[in-house]
């Protein structure tokens, strides 16, 4: 990649032949595990960490942590962390859409807990009608219905169907049973989303505005669906389940096999086709060293999840955590989404030149509408997971910390507040250490429970830190 | 000399009350780089956003391939094959050359699902096309290319859809000399492979050098067409600044008329 060599200077097809095969010569080779190795550190090197940052801090807590307490490395206690940040995970994997943008959406948290609350108040009075203060149950009516039009009008027709969904669950008052409950409350945070990106792409609001006033807003109207009232959502063993549940033994083994052979068979399906095209390609060898290494830790943990971990003798508790699951699918498929749709290509590419994007004929309005779409539905489902992990639909759910911390795990993870970089894994990762700082921090009682939020801050900004130090090299080299 | 690809005749364009181009007739031959030449407000990127589009014309004719068409809408230009490369190249950092190639315009399977290796082999044969020897990787990011090469990944952006006109709007402003030289001779082969090529630019040397016909504006008209060979920079530079030089160009009455 020198531009500057003289060689340029010789005509087309003067070029001797040895110049010419050295053009595209990284399209055609194959890339060994040690090329794989060496491939990784030169992007570490030019300013792309990666994951690399938040594996790392996450081991060092790990290690901090487990001389802090000797319960930290107890199963039982490693068993709890997911459901501890499943709903984190969950909202900061919505809000990578937007980051990706270069947007952000401060009212995914709130937003979520209202919706939570509306599906609580949905099957806990059998009838959100009746449930809800008659002019807030209108109030929704007429606002779902708006949006649809207002969906189709910015030709997100996805985005009208789904809210159309949890319109006709709404007013067919389907919501008395759980499953509806919660489909709906993820529509009407669907349809909260598209209200934003409109506001954000059509109006012109800076996002930043639009969803502090909406963070504002949503808390009250959170209070006003439960009249002051908590809803215990224990109750409902699904909804309990979302976070305190295990895979059965059975299902755990049969949830890791697809996941591990599914990756397997996809690499090595790329690997032959890109062979067989004639693309640059990654060798058998490495495809299957680095699915071996996968499969094998993913035996491990299922192994181990699969014993008895509580230390209470009369209760088993055994298998792959529930949130863990939730988090995981979603996972793959936003990355999915992102990595091999239309959709996500250009969702990158107008986080990382709106105006090129535009250019390029994409409709940059539809691609924030979605986005924010699925930003706000994803919180609504994260406030669900919320509710589960506190037993309640309290009259907090959703404010407070949570979304900073979902925004905090998003850029731990190593997601770009700018726009262009960011993937849901690092979500997943960042809402591990955003979780796993305050279990740790409780095991040891002789510290004061202020200095969760003074080390989760440092961590944040140490995060914060790598990620500008490593894009000045980029922006350098 | 072949029939022009695009002819532009008695084209006008008003903004309000000012009239920016007077009755420009501008024409585009096959296999030939046009030099688009003028002094900041002459016109220049009036004309080309008029064929690309984004303006609506006041009154002329344009025809393409002789035919008469109408542009109205950025999309009517792209479907006759014009492309249309503008100074900031429009590419998105954080993508590689293949997708940056390919942006809006993905080769999909299954509906809505990328091929994307279909696209890093049409993107290679595209640049191996333009003998572009100075990029190792179509998967290389576009953020860790240099400004000669990303001008070359616009450009074959550009050629990629056999597109008949590539308009280049001062693809050498920012270049280094090593660098403007590569993209000068991307430039010609685009010319060599049949396609017609507008090049705008301020630079006398690269219009000299890569240009088959010089079209100079002044004031909103057009002072001259004429081609490369047997005209000198001066005269070019005379063509820009007064609308004349010696017997060429608009006649002393209309040159001063608008001073």
Known sequence: MTPETPQTRVEAGALPAPERASAFSLDVEEMSIREAVRAWFGKLRSGDPGALPSVLGLIVLVILFSQVSDQFLSAYNIGNIPGQGAYIAVIAMGLVFVLLLGEIDLSAGTAGGACAAFAAVGVFKGNLHDGLPGTLYWAIVIGMALVVGLAVWLKTYAGAVVVLLGLVLVLTNQTQHLVPALIAAVCIGAAIGIFNGYLVAKVGIPSFVVTLALFLAWQGVLQFALSGQPVNTSNYELWHDLTYGNLSVTNSWIFVTVIVSGYLAYTVLRSVRAKAAGLAHETMGLVLARGAVIATVAVLVTAWASQNRNTNPFKVIQGIPVPAAIAIVLMIGCTFVLTKTTWGRHLYATGGNIEAARRAGIDVVHMKVTAFALCSAFGALGGIMLASSQSSASLDLGSGNVLLFSVAAAVIGGTSLFGGRGRPRDAILGALVIAIIPNGLLLKTSLDPQWQQVITGVVLLIAAAVDAVSRRRSARG | ?259
């Open chain 2, 1 to 259: 000399m072949s029939d022009p690809i695009l002819q532009i005749s008695k084209l006008n364009k008003s903004f309000g009350p000012v009239h920016v181009l007077h009755d420009v007739d501008f024409n585009v031959y096959p296999g030939e780089v046009t030099a688009l030449v003028g002094d900041n407000g002459a016109g220049k990127s009036t004309l080309v956003k008029c064929i690309a589009g984004i303006h609506g014309i006041d009154s002329g004719e344009i025809r393409f391939e002789g035919r008469p068409v109408t542009l109205n809408d950025p999309r009517d230009a792209t479907a006759l094959g014009l492309e249309f490369v503008y100074q900031d190249l429009a590419l998105a950092d954080n993508l590689d050359i293949t997708q940056n190639m390919f942006l809006g315009r993905e080769i999909r399977r299954f509906g809505s699902l990328l091929s994307d290796g279909e696209m890093e082999r049409r993107a290679r044969e595209t640049l191996a096309s333009l003998s572009v020897r100075t990029v190792s990787s179509v998967r290389q990011l576009v953020a860790s290319l240099s400004g000669g090469q990303r001008q070359t990944v616009a450009i074959a952006r550009a050629v990629l859809w056999n597109s008949k006109i590539v308009f280049l709007d001062e693809p050498t402003a920012a270049l280094g000399v090593a660098q403007t030289r590569e993209v000068l001779d991307l430039v010609r082969r685009l010319a060599d492979q049949g396609c017609g090529v507008v090049f705008i630019s301020h630079n006398m040397n690269d219009v000299v050098e890569v240009a088959d016909r010089v079209a100079a504006l002044y004031l909103g008209r057009l002072a001259a067409e004429v081609p490369t060979k047997g005209t000198t920079t001066t005269q070019i530079v005379e063509l820009i600044t007064s609308g004349r030089s010696g017997e060429v160009g608009l006649t002393a009455a209309v040159a001063s008329e608008n001073i």
